[in-house]
């Protein structure tokens, strides 16, 4: 399996920590950070928008993203929610090897 970062941003602290919670819970993820205090700009509807999010830092694995997706879209107010997967090209092994033993393969624990 190879590891992944997935990006996604929220508009409360509450959403983001709902998020974060499902994911870890649910062993499709090993780890979220939450960051507080990022400003958005971009184009929305014919406008652009500046506002507060809040970016949630997600680790898990590639065949984890589909149901980290589904997940977030189904908690996410946004008609459409950020959602990108960067993958991780090194990182230390023994980190590497705790977070895929906290991602739930199918079926259950690994």
């Known amino acids: 399996m190879k ?3 997935v990006l ?5 602290d509450e959403l983001a920590r709902k998020i974060a919670w499902a994911l870890v819970e649910a062993g ?6 939450i960051i507080p205090g990022i400003r958005s700009i971009y184009r929305w509807q014919d406008k652009v928008v500046d506002e507060g999010e809040i970016l949630l830092f997600i680790k898990s694995s590639e065949d984890r993203f589909d149901a980290i997706r589904s997940r977030i879209r189904s908690l ?3 008609q459409v929610p950020e959602v990108i997967s960067i993958p991780i090209i090194a990182g230390d092994a023994e980190y590497l090897h705790w ?3 906290q991602i739930k ?3 259950g624990r690994q």
Do not use: F
């Open 28 to 33: 499709e993820a090993a780890c979220v950070n």
């Open 76 to 78: 996410h107010p946004y």
């Open 105 to 107: 393969a199918e079926g």
């Open 8 to 12: 996604t941003t929220a508009d409360s």
């Open 99 to 101: 977070l895929q033993d």
């Open 3 to 5: 590891e992944i970062v």
